[in-house]
């Protein structure tokens, strides 16, 4: 607790604490009042949000620009807005269809019962974002829990304070607090509210973080939907063009600096392809950000911090006999505006700090392979990554590779787009997060699949009630229990 905090006697909360347990009471009981908001309200909502999304958009990502020292105003349009409006449309056609009950088939003996799911609304909704999307990584699971029928109360993230402020102002214009709540802050902030008895939790971040999130939900028995990070590689076989590879590889590492979740982390290559990929790799980074210092296209690294980590593995990489390709052809000095400028890294062994970490940034380190099933073994025996991408314009490989691996996705010659498809659930796997939101699966993820059975005033069960030497229980024992 910082000295300026101050402290409730009568709660011993701090004041800010206290207002997000007040917060979490006044949604608690609003939804309460009205629990199942009926489709035309949600999709009322859901318009209400986009309003507010376009009307703002210019100080949006004006407000993120600023947090990350330099972000492309239209990086941010299509990156995080564009996609945001889309799943706003998405949803608002499909809701309706959602919400119908789905009818169950009832066992012989229960007849002439019947038996349905009914989706409703889970309660409040709590958000947790991270700071390389702030936007789409608040506004998405907004969006679906919204079309849930939800409350939500956002968690932005303290590296993010003037994109929080803009989209606090944003969303109160739209929103009762009843209803969409937003919260800045870090700190002790933070931690009270992963501990806040949400009726579920989405939290986007980095494993560690995960860890730390899911321990504090535990102590409410929270759910959580947990969207995390790690290595998601990348690998190409032998007949691909390099040109087609490398192009489609610098769009999803270089779009916002690296700083992406489902970023290539790494790639393998087959053996003596390495240098003709380079080349190519050059070439379409030079046709992208010719240069970098001044270029209000490329992104900077969000903050001294993770700019430093970032750099410490380069070393680290450089200490242990890498060779480190930086693609700076002006030689600028970057480091006075936290940008990097692309790099690849070859060399690589598995010990080095770069290969043992989430890069989040502009650096590809690249493994060469003999033969495919080495790299199989190598991913499989790896924490389970958030993606994987397998470029290959045969199908039936391609099938081999996707049976035989594990991640929460899998592409097959592209990178990333896979998060702006509305109608394909978006998560990972083991250590990459648990649970997923996007497509149908976000509306049925935010929503109780309550089970409903109905009996009419014929009660069959009387018929097998004790005692149990009946002709039925004959008929039981001969023909069902066989």
């Not at 564009?82 to 009818?103: G, R, V």
């Not at 699949?449 to 097998?464: A, C, F, G, T, W």
Request: neutral net charge.
């Amino acid at each position: 607790m910082n000295s300026q905090t101050k402290t409730n006697p009568e709660t011993q909360l701090p004041y800010d604490v206290k207002h997000l347990h007040d917060l979490l009471e006044q949604q608690k009981l609003a939804y309460l009042r009205h629990p199942v908001p009926t489709a035309k309200e949600r999709i009322d909502r859901l318009a209400r949000l986009k309003r507010v999304l376009v009307k703002y958009q210019d100080q949006i990502a004006e407000a993120i620009n600023l947090d990350y020292g330099n972000r492309a105003v239209m990086e941010t349009k299509i990156g995080e807005l564009l996609t945001s409006l889309e799943q706003i449309k998405y949803y608002s056609k499909h809701l309706t269809a959602w919400m119908k009950p789905s009818k169950r088939h009832i066992s012989v003996l229960h007849q002439p019962a019947k038996g349905w799911v009914q989706y409703q609304p889970m309660g409040v909704i709590g958000i947790i974002t991270p700071w390389n999307y702030p936007l789409l990584l608040s506004v998405g699971p907004l969006i679906c829990a919204l079309a849930a029928g939800n409350h939500a109360m956002i968690k932005i993230s303290s590296a993010s304070p003037n994109f929080g402020r803009v989209l606090e102002s944003a969303l109160a214009e739209a929103f009762p607090q009843e209803l969409v709540a937003v919260v800045n802050g870090g700190g002790v902030i933070s931690d009270a509210f992963s501990h806040l008895p949400f009726d579920k939790m989405i939290f986007t971040g980095s494993t560690s973080v995960g860890k730390t999130v899911m321990a504090a939900a535990a102590q409410n028995l929270v759910p959580v939907i947990l969207e995390l990070g790690g290595k998601s590689p990348a690998l190409v076989h032998a007949s691909m063009d390099m040109k087609d590879v490398a192009q489609r590889i610098a769009v999803g590492k270089l779009w916002n600096a690296g700083q992406t979740c489902v970023a290539p982390d790494h790639i393998f290559l087959p053996r003596g392809k390495t240098a003709e990929f380079i080349e190519n790799f050059k070439l379409i980074v030079a046709g992208m950000y010719p240069h970098f210092r001044n270029n209000q296209d490329y992104t900077s690294i969000i903050n001294d911090k993770q700019y430093n980590r970032i750099q410490g593995y380069l070393e680290n990489a450089r200490d242990q006999g890498a060779r480190i390709v930086e693609i700076n052809p002006q030689n600028e000095i970057l480091d006075d505006v936290r940008k990097i400028a692309p790099t690849l890294v070859t060399g690589v062994t598995t010990a080095m700090d770069i290969m043992q970490n989430e890069i989040f940034g502009p650096i590809l380190p690249i493994l060469e392979y003999d033969q495919i099933e080495e790299v199989i073994e190598f991913i499989n025996s790896r924490p389970r990554p958030l993606a994987m991408y397998y470029f290959d314009y045969d199908q039936a490989r391609a099938d081999y590779i996707a049976q035989h691996t594990h991640s929460g996705h899998f592409g097959i010659n592209m990178v990333i787009t896979h998060v702006a498809q509305d109608d394909l659930p978006f998560g990972g796997i083991g250590a990459s997060g648990m649970g997923k939101y996007h497509g149908p699966e976000g509306f049925f993820s935010l929503s109780h699949e309550r089970s409903v059975m109905s009996n009419p005033k014929l009660y069959s069960l009387k018929y097998i009630l004790p005692p149990f030497n009946k002709p039925i229980h004959r008929f039981i024992s001969k023909t069902l229990l066989r």
